[in-house]
């Protein structure tokens, strides 16, 4: 009987693990197939639902018929294709976007945007006085540029995605699942069940890079905080990782609101003097990096602008994006105080609440035109996977999932 309990308890997990993978994933791509029609976008999200709940058996299967090697080697090869094919298709749908039949998807200028503002940068320019080619200001965060260095030193800025994609992986396979297989299958789904996150890969749209470097250094910064003792070896790691994450939270304001959320966990881990040392370094490294731009030209500075984008007018209230900024402020907070340990699931919570806000504000205002908000769902991808790791018997734990998979008779 008591383990007839566990199995219904991994059972619940496991429903509520592929339902929750189901619907962020499908979130991140249906204003893709909404341009293809209803049909389209019915069968695509039969199909997540259907592939998240199948991943049980493939991971099974994988385990049977591939060993870790092989499995190994099914992820580079993946990774590699995905550079090669990136750096070949980028500068043909770059400036043109591209059509597959009935579906039509026009051009970026995202990450032009992250280009000219790096290399304005290089030159010892204002990043932030030139246009777009389709005349937008450019919007990168002070960090995003910094960060971006490596990549338009050497011209492609379309590889920064899979690098970090790649570190993603890495930490996946070493720190989290500890499992080759669940990883490989992983990447898998991320390209193949998510056609969103494979269009940003190959655009260079840095949506995908500024998620998973916030998480790695969250990550690490977490990890670390873990081990604060007496050893001042140990603090200065911590400080350090504390500096690199103020950087990275200068990549794109709406993760601000997950700083909250590492002064909580660090508060349940070290108390209240450590975690207002390791905050305050966080904030000093964020405001030495953003500050100068800002002050340099307080108008000119154009990623503020990025606020007009949850700037509605609904009912004759014209102040919904303050409205979203004060309740995710709020959330962002009590989440913190909460001092969980489903940290993850607590930031996917944050990181949810505004987009999917300005979701359901975009299409009560702009109808149909208003689905290109979906496409901020590529954001919450990988948050969404991590905060599944977090669960007990999560649907990524193999070990978890042998009593599970049917077994042949």
Not at 53 to 63: I, R, T
Not at 82 to 91: C, E, R
Not at 96 to 113: A, C, M
Request: with cysteine; charged share 10%; glycine share 6%.
């Amino acid at each position: 009987m008591k383990s007839l309990n566990l199995i219904n308890e991994k059972n619940k997990q496991l429903v509520v693990d592929q339902f929750i993978l189901s619907v962020y994933f499908a979130f991140a791509s249906v204003g893709i197939s909404l341009k293809l029609g209803w049909f389209v976008t019915i069968l695509y999200v039969v199909f997540v639902f259907y592939a998240w709940w199948s991943f049980p058996n493939v991971l099974s299967w994988a385990k049977k018929v591939i060993n870790e090697t092989q499995c190994l080697w099914i992820g580079i090869v993946v990774l590699v294709s995905l550079a090669i094919i990136s750096t070949f298709v980028h500068p043909l749908i770059d400036k043109n976007g591209f059509q597959i039949g009935r579906l039509e998807v026009g051009p970026s200028d995202s990450d032009n945007g992250l280009y000219d503002t790096t290399s304005s940068l290089l030159r010892g320019e204002y990043p932030y006085y030139s246009v777009s080619f389709l005349g937008n200001k450019h919007t990168p965060m002070p960090g995003s540029i910094l960060i971006a260095i490596p990549f338009v030193l050497i011209n492609k800025i379309v590889l920064q995605n899979i690098f970090w994609l790649c570190a993603f992986l890495f930490v996946l396979w070493k720190y989290i699942f500890k499992d080759i297989h669940a990883t490989a299958i992983t990447l898998l789904y991320l390209v193949i069940v998510s056609p969103n996150t494979l269009y940003h890969l190959m655009t260079g749209i840095d949506y995908v890079s500024n998620s998973i470097y916030i998480i790695i250094f969250t990550k690490l910064l977490l990890l670390e905080i873990k081990k604060i003792n007496n050893i001042n070896r140990e603090m200065l790691n911590v400080y350090l990782l504390a500096a690199l994450s103020g950087v990275t939270f200068s990549s794109r304001l709406n993760f601000i609101f997950l700083i909250p959320l590492i002064f909580g966990f660090s508060l349940k881990e070290v108390g209240f003097l450590t975690s207002v040392k390791i905050i305050s370094v966080l904030f000093f490294s964020f405001f030495a990096i953003t500050f100068p731009f800002y002050i340099y030209d307080i108008e000119g500075f154009s990623p503020l602008h990025t606020a007009n984008k949850i700037r509605f007018s609904l009912f004759g209230f014209e102040h919904w994006n303050i409205v979203i900024l004060f309740i995710t402020a709020f959330l962002s907070a009590g989440l913190g105080l909460l001092r969980s340990k489903m940290f993850f699931s607590n930031c996917l919570i944050a990181v949810s609440f505004p987009i999917f806000s300005s979701t359901v504000l975009s299409l009560a205002t702009m109808g149909m035109n208003g689905v290109s908000y979906f496409h901020y769902g590529v954001f919450l991808i990988f948050f969404v996977i991590l905060s599944v790791t977090e669960h007990r018997n999560s649907l990524f734990n193999f070990e978890s999932l042998k009593d599970m998979v049917p077994k042949k008779v």
